[in-house]
C-alpha cells in the first residue's frame, strides 16, 4: 500500500484539525494565554486589551475554519483535496512563524510544527508512493 492510500495520512490531517479547533477554541476563551505561543505580551490598558481580545477572537476563529476545512476535506473529500489544504494551512504556522520572528521571539513555535503538516499534505499527494 502507497503512503497516500495509508490510513496514517488521513488520521494524522484528523489529529491537526483537532489541534487547530483546540488552539481557535482557547484563542476565543483565553486570549492572553493563546499569546504565549507568540511570545508576545499582551497589552495593559483597557481599550487595548478590548482591541486584542476582539483579533485574538478572530484568530481564534480562523483556526477553527482550518480544523474544520480539514475534517470536512477527510471526510468528504478527496486525498490531494486534503493534502493541498494541509499544505495551506501549514502555510499559515508559516506565516505565523515569520511574523515572530520579525519580532525577534516565538518562530520556533510555529516553525516546528508547519512542516510536520507540509509533510503529511505531501504524502497524501503521493509525493512519497
Not at 31 to 47: G, N
Request: aromatic content about 16%; overall charge neutral.
Amino acid at each position: 500500500m502507497t503512503f497516500s492510500q495509508s490510513p496514517g495520512p488521513r488520521i494524522l490531517a484528523n489529529t491537526f484539525a483537532t489541534i487547530f479547533v483546540a488552539f481557535g477554541i482557547n484563542a476565543i476563551l483565553r486570549p492572553a494565554q493563546a499569546l504565549t505561543f507568540f511570545e508576545f505580551q499582551p497589552p495593559t490598558s483597557a481599550v487595548d486589551k478590548q482591541m486584542f481580545d476582539s483579533l485574538m477572537a478572530i484568530y481564534g476563529v480562523r483556526d477553527i475554519f482550518m480544523g474544520a476545512a480539514i475534517y470536512a476535506a477527510a471526510y468528504f473529500g478527496t486525498r490531494s483535496a486534503l493534502g493541498w489544504i494541509l499544505i495551506a494551512a501549514s502555510s499559515v504556522a508559516f506565516a505565523d512563524g515569520f511574523v515572530c520572528w520579525m519580532h525577534g521571539q516565538g518562530a520556533w513555535n510555529h516553525w516546528g510544527y508547519a512542516p510536520m503538516i507540509t509533510i503529511v499534505g505531501s504524502m497524501l499527494l503521493g509525493l512519497f508512493d
